[in-house]
């Protein structure tokens, strides 16, 4: 499975930008696709999923929620997150990932997922 992160860039604080990753290569029935993110001198965490197990479901960082939506389409294997309201604090390199047959509780923590996408700069300037 590859995945295939776009989007990202400047803007100033306030602004919006939007992501897309794309999955390709095996297909599956149960995954989750995610945005997690690395500023400089941090570690990676966590920002957005969405997973798909009958249903979807959607999980947001609590510094995120309220600004960034993330949405997909299981069967194209394509997630978009769109970030609202930027903050200088969402400058980070974001990473798009993919977790098969992951759970809830799962969704949150990299350790899990199988899955990288390159990373993409988002930038936010004030």
């Known amino acids: 499975v590859q995945l295939q992160a776009s989007g990202g860039g400047w803007v100033q604080a306030g602004g919006s930008l939007r992501l897309s990753c794309a999955a390709s290569g095996s297909t599956f029935n149960n995954y989750a696709m995610s945005w997690f993110r690395q500023a400089p001198g941090k570690e990676r965490e966590f920002v957005a999923a969405?997973?798909?197990?009958?249903?979807?479901?959607?999980y947001y960082a609590d510094s995120v929620k309220g600004r960034f939506i993330i949405s997909g389409d299981k069967s194209k294997k394509m997630v978009t997150l769109e970030m609202n309201r930027l903050k200088p604090e969402d400058t980070a390199v974001y990473y798009c990932?993919?977790?098969?047959?992951?759970?809830?509780?799962?969704?949150?923590?990299?350790?899990?997922?199988?899955?990288w996408g390159q990373g993409t700069q988002v930038t936010v300037f004030s």
């Open positions: 990932a993919a977790g098969v047959r992951l759970i809830t509780s799962s969704v949150r923590w990299s350790r899990f997922y199988d899955y």
């Open positions: 969405i997973r798909w197990s009958g249903g979807s479901s959607t």
